[in-house]
C-alpha cells in the first residue's frame, strides 16, 4: 500500500493538472496581495488610523474578515480543482488505458490499491491546503488582524481541509461508475449544485418569499447541501475561525461586503458529523464498487 501511496504521490507532481494547480495557486496569491493591501489601507475599514482605540480595532478585525472571507471563498475553488480533477480518473482513466491490467494480477489486494490511491491523492490535497491555508492567513496578517486563538485556526483549518477527503472519495466513487470524461462532468456539475444551492440560501431571505414557496426553497438548498457538503463546511470554517459564538454580537457581518456568506445559517457541529460519516460511507461504497468491478 505504501507502493501505491508513494506511485500516486510520483504521477500526481508529473501531471499537468498539479502543475496548473500551482500556476493558478501563485497568480490568486499575487493578487490577493494586492487586493488585501487595498482594502487594508482604506481609511473606512480603519487602515489609515494609527489610533487603536476599542472602535479601531474591531474595525481592523472586520477588516481582517473580510480579507479571509475573500480569500478563503476562492481558495476553496482552487482546494476543489485539485481535489476533482486529481482523482476523476483514478478507476476509469487507468482501465481505459490497460494499467491497472497490468498491476492488479499481481498479489496486490484490491483494497489496498484502492486505499493506497485514496491516501496518496489525500495527503497530497491536505498538504497543499495546509500550505494555502498558510498564505491566506500570513498575506492578511501583513494587511489587517486575522484571529489569534491557535484552537481556533486549528479547528478552522480541519473543517476546511475536510473537503478534500470529501471531493476526493465522491470523484473516486464516481470513477467506479462513469468513465474518466463522464466522472468529470459529473463531478463538476455536483459540485456546482453544492455551490449553488448554497448561493440560494443566501440570498432567499431576500427574494420576499413566504409559506410553502419559502419551505420548498429551504428544502431543496437542504437537499444539495446533504449532497454536496461542501459549502456548508466552508461556512462552518469561516464561523469557527472568527469564534462568532464567542463575539455576542459585538462585531456585525451583515454588510454588503459579507454577501459573499450566509452567517445567518451556519451549519451546526452535527453537520461537520454527518460529513464525516457521508464521506465514510462513501469511501465504503466505492471501495465495495471497486471489488466487484470487471476490469
Known amino acids: 500500500m505504501r507502493i501505491i501511496l508513494g506511485m500516486t504521490w510520483k504521477e ?14 501563485v497568480i490568486f496569491l499575487f493578487a490577493f496581495w494586492f487586493v488585501a493591501g487595498t482594502i487594508g489601507g482604506d481609511r473606512r475599514f480603519g487602515g489609515g488610523s494609527g489610533i ?54 499481481r498479489p496486490i489486494p484490491r483494497w489496498k490499491w484502492y486505499l493506497g490511491r485514496w491516501l496518496g491523492y489525500v495527503t497530497l490535497g491536505l498538504l497543499y491546503a495546509l500550505i494555502l491555508f498558510a498564505a491566506i492567513l500570513f498575506i492578511t496578517n501583513a494587511h489587517a488582524a486575522i484571529p ?43 459540485y456546482g449544485a453544492g455551490f449553488l444551492g448554497g448561493m440560494i440560501d443566501k440570498v432567499s431571505s431576500s427574494l420576499g418569499l413566504e409559506g410553502d414557496a419559502l419551505h420548498m426553497l429551504n428544502n431543496m438548498t437542504g437537499f444539495m447541501s446533504m449532497l454536496m457538503p461542501v459549502d456548508g463546511l466552508q461556512r462552518k470554517m469561516t464561523a469557527v475561525l472568527f469564534s462568532l459564538d464567542d463575539l455576542g454580537g459585538m462585531v456585525s457581518f451583515s454588510g454588503s461586503a459579507f454577501s459573499l456568506l450566509n452567517l445567518n445559517s451556519v451549519p451546526s457541529n452535527s453537520f461537520v458529523v454527518y460529513a464525516a460519516v457521508y464521506t465514510a460511507a462513501l469511501f465504503t461504497i466505492g471501495l465495495l464498487r471497486f471489488q466487484r468491478k470487471d476490469l
Open 52 to 105: 487603536m482605540n476599542g472602535s479601531i480595532l474591531i474595525e481592523r478585525f472586520t477588516n481582517g474578515a473580510f480579507i479571509l472571507t475573500l480569500g478563503f471563498f476562492f481558495g476553496s475553488f482552487v482546494i476543489a480543482f485539485l481535489a476533482i480533477f486529481s482523482s476523476f480518473s483514478a478507476i476509469a482513466g487507468e482501465a481505459e488505458q490497460g494499467v491497472m491490467q497490468a498491476m492488479l494480477p
Open 148 to 190: 489569534r486563538d491557535m484552537a481556533a485556526l486549528v479547528k478552522a483549518f480541519l473543517i476546511f481541509a475536510s473537503s478534500v477527503p470529501l471531493l476526493i472519495t465522491l470523484s473516486m466513487l464516481g470513477s467506479g461508475f462513469f468513465s474518466a470524461l463522464g466522472n468529470g462532468v459529473f463531478m463538476t456539475m455536483l
Open 12 to 25: 500526481m507532481l508529473r501531471k499537468r493538472v498539479m502543475m496548473l494547480t500551482l500556476v493558478m495557486t
